[in-house]
């Protein structure tokens, strides 16, 4: 894993996504506890469980947006005793029957002593909750924002990346390209209320789930980006 800033680290990843490579970010926080938070879990390895163990306890596995659901299993057998938090749409994908609590408008934060959050109401397509980590000044994020920088892949990974997915959006520092369809967000007052609470934070770089960290100019990047949706 990679440090960050103090009690906060990140595994670098990526999985196939239609033939192009996309880049996924796990985030891990050092509770004021000594517990770990782990955001948007990647793939298990014995090498990154011995990582996790030697950091500390796994005390909660998070998946914030419905997409991020493909390792948590995994997660859960390896860290029994952790509690599992997830988004809305991530139950009935993994057929959950019991043992989670639901991130949603009525979530009570039980980590409030480390972590700020913000519920993103009225997108189902997502239900994601964003977070602050507020020792580090990060901001943490899973499909609201994404950094697909970098030079094209080469051979039919870079043909599907010019012709698939940066036409619909996934170039550069971006919304998430399904927010920029306004029927996406069903209830735009709310959502426009969340995007002001993120705002209102104080934060020096965004860490995003797809591609690089942003730590320039970050709350002036979060600002341009969601302009659009506060009018």
């Not at 050092?30 to 948007?40: M, N, T």
């Not at 591609?211 to 600002?223: E, N, Y």
Request: charged residues 20%.
């Amino acid at each position: 894993m990679i440090k960050i800033a103090e009690d906060i680290w990140a595994h670098e990843d990526a999985m196939s996504l239609m033939g192009s490579r996309l880049r996924l970010r796990m985030t891990v926080v050092r509770l004021a506890d000594g517990g770990l938070w782990i955001h948007s879990p990647t793939a298990l390895s014995p090498e990154l469980i011995a990582e996790i163990n030697e950091t500390g306890p796994v005390k909660f596995i998070v998946g914030a947006s419905n997409g991020h659901n493909l390792w948590l299993k995994d997660w859960v057998n390896a860290f029994p005793d952790a509690a599992l938090h997830v988004s809305g749409g991530i139950p009935k994908k993994l057929q959950l029957t019991g043992g989670y609590r639901l991130l949603d408008e009525s979530f009570d934060n039980i980590w409030a002593q480390d972590l700020t959050h913000a519920y993103m109401p009225g997108v189902p397509f997502f239900n994601e909750t964003v977070f602050l980590h507020k020792k580090s000044k990060s901001l943490i994020v899973t499909d609201l924002i994404q950094n697909h920088s970098g030079p094209r892949p080469p051979g039919m990974a870079g043909l599907i990346s010019r012709y698939v997915f940066e036409p619909i959006g996934f170039k550069g520092i971006c919304i998430g390209p399904p927010l920029k369809m306004g029927f996406m967000i069903k209830d735009k007052p709310g959502f426009a209320l969340a995007i002001r609470q993120i705002q209102s934070w104080d934060f020096d770089r965004i860490i995003v789930t797809h591609g690089d960290i942003i730590d320039t100019d970050a709350k002036q990047v979060f600002t341009s980006l969601c302009e659009r949706f506060l009018k």
